[in-house]
T-cell receptor, first 110, second 117 residues
Framework: DAKTTQPPSMDCAEGRAANLPCNHS???????VYWYRQIHSQGPQYIIHGLKNNETNEMASLIITEDRKSSTLILPHATLRDTAVYYCIVDTGTASKLTFGTGTRLQVTL | DTGVSQNPRHKITKRGQNVTFRCDPISEHNRLYWYRQTLGQGPEFLTY????????KSRLLSDRFSAERPKGSFSTLEIQRTEQGDSAMYLCASNRRRGVSTNEKLFFGSGTQLSVL
């Protein structure tokens, strides 16, 4: 599985958009980009995934560059409850044996 | 949908003792996964089941670890002769694999925090 690179931490003001970057320069053609987050003392929670096209759901938007070497997760209006560690993962999706890195710790502040 | 349930939430044991954790997946999910997470790190894959069959084990799963899913529903993870290095959060997850479908998102439980003294 391809490795990902994420900044270790980011801050965001409540109500503003949080843009979390991820580099995955060695991604293969059959690998998807997944985002999960983990709030303190809980298990990871699925957010969104995509292959080539940008994706949006009720939680977030995922923007994948045309060359697929990087992506950005966008939380359009961050709240204090979005404070968590966000993991960017690339995987073929066939067996869900996800390889988590150390993620980005997002701190949403007042 | 009651979510993935794990018991106990916390376990404190002495080095050398055996421990067992239980995971109850979401009822219609045929795949069940175990992950381990140490402080400051992301979860690491240990093993997974499809129904009662254990399909893959990570090399992280030493011979002191054994996982079962005897009736294809709940699963247990046993650690024999615990060591201090086994202290971690043990996470269970499940999803439903239908035919050749992919990208079935994982639903995680809240984990069992093991502390080996």
């Amino acid at each position: 599985d391809a490795k990902t690179t994420q900044p270790p931490s980011m801050d965001c003001a409540e109500g503003r958009a949080a843009n979390l970057p991820c580099n995955h320069s060695t991604i293969s053609g059959n690998e998807y980009v997944y985002w999960y987050r983990q709030i303190h003392s809980q298990g990871p929670q699925y957010i969104i995934h995509g292959l080539k096209n940008n994706e949006t759901n009720e939680m977030a938007s995922l923007i994948i560059t045309e060359d697929r070497k990087s992506s950005t997760l966008i939380l359009p209006h961050a709240t204090l409850r979005d404070t968590a560690v966000y993991y960017c993962i690339v995987d073929t999706g066939t067996a869900s044996k996800l390889t988590f890195g150390t993620g980005t710790r997002l701190q949403v502040t007042l | 949908d009651t979510g993935v349930s794990q018991n106990p939430r916390h376990k404190i044991t002495k080095r050398g003792q055996n421990v067992t954790f239980r995971c109850d997946p979401i009822s219609e999910h045929n795949r069940l996964y175990w992950y381990r997470q140490t402080l400051g790190q992301g979860p690491e894959f240990l093993t997974y089941f499809q129904n009662e069959a254990q399909l893959e084990k990570s090399r992280l799963l030493s011979d002191r670890f054994s996982a079962e899913r005897p009736k294809g529903s709940f699963s247990t993870l046993e650690i024999q002769r615990t060591e201090q290095g086994d202290s971690a959060m043990y996470l269970c997850a499940s999803n439903r694999r239908r035919g050749v479908s992919t990208n079935e998102k994982l639903f995680f439980g809240s984990g069992t925090q093991l502390s080996v003294l």
